[in-house]
């Protein structure tokens, strides 16, 4: 009968999943996604391999607007296409054990969850917003209230994939709102892949600057940098 209702081929590698219940991915796929332990800068979380600093050059020279970043992987391999699945295939079903990676990791103690928003444009177009299932599930593991509204994408911006470098933080600069009832918070600010952490750094700093008292960072994954 579940058979029926969910299709049982693994959608990475086509072979029969083994654990379609709770993944669409098979187990073998799925345990190809490593979570990313090697050199990385304390704050931003970019992988660095400097053997003399812990922070990179560029939280040095101006601290950012959050106060960590975490991620699970690099966006690579099974956890990049496995991410590519459920935001433009809409394979809903990936929210859940996707969420379950983020779930493990350290996460601190905050007051509320707010995913990175999508523009109510893009939105209508894609019908919904993958950060926001992810958020959701998220929100039921830690126990901790989803803050829906508190973030809102008010320029529509083109896809951070279609520009370039420094164009980036330009593209996304003042494109978020946030309304005034998170005084005093700690919040969690979920994302699903982290590029060159130009769309967090605006996101963190609206909620900072609506009083927000630290903002934390938590993606699916961040790209290596060029
Ligand atoms: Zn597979
Ligand atoms: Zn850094």
């Keep these: 009968m579940l058979n ?21 991915v098979c187990s073998k796929c799925w345990s190809s996604i ?3 332990s090697g050199p990385s800068c304390e704050v931003c979380g970019i992988p660095t391999a400097s053997p003399y600093t812990t922070i990179c050059e560029s939280c040095l020279s101006k601290k950012p607007p959050f106060s960590k970043v975490l991620y699970y992987g690099i966006y690579t391999g099974a956890l990049k296409k496995t991410i590519h699945l459920l935001k433009f295939n809409k394979l809903k079903r990936l929210s859940s054990p996707l969420c379950l990676l983020l779930n493990s990791l350290p996460i601190p103690e905050v ?6 928003p999508l523009h109510l ?15 959701r599930c998220l929100s039921k593991k830690l126990k901790v ?12 911006t083109p896809p951070q ?3 370039t470098g420094k164009e980036r933080l330009k593209n996304v600069k003042n494109s978020f709102r946030s309304s005034e009832n998170i005084k005093g918070l700690r ?19 609206a909620l900072i600057d609506s009083g927000a008292k630290e903002v934390v960072v938590v993606a699916l994954a961040r790209s290596m940098p060029k």
Aim: aromatic residues 4%.
């Design 161 to 163: 994939t279609d520009v």
């Design 145 to 156: 209230p989803l803050m829906l509204n508190v973030l809102e994408k008010v320029r529509k």
């Design 187 to 205: 919040l969690l600010l979920v994302d699903d892949v982290i590029t060159t952490g130009a769309t967090v750094k605006e996101s963190a700093k």
């Design 121 to 135: 444009k893009r939105l209508r177009q894609r019908e919904f917003n993958q950060t926001a299932n992810i958020s």
């Design 4 to 24: 029926l209702l969910f299709p049982s081929k693994c959608p990475l590698c086509e072979s029969t999943s083994d654990n379609h219940l709770h993944n669409p």
């Design 34 to 36: 490593e979570r990313y």
């Design 111 to 116: 007051d509320g969850i707010v995913p990175v």
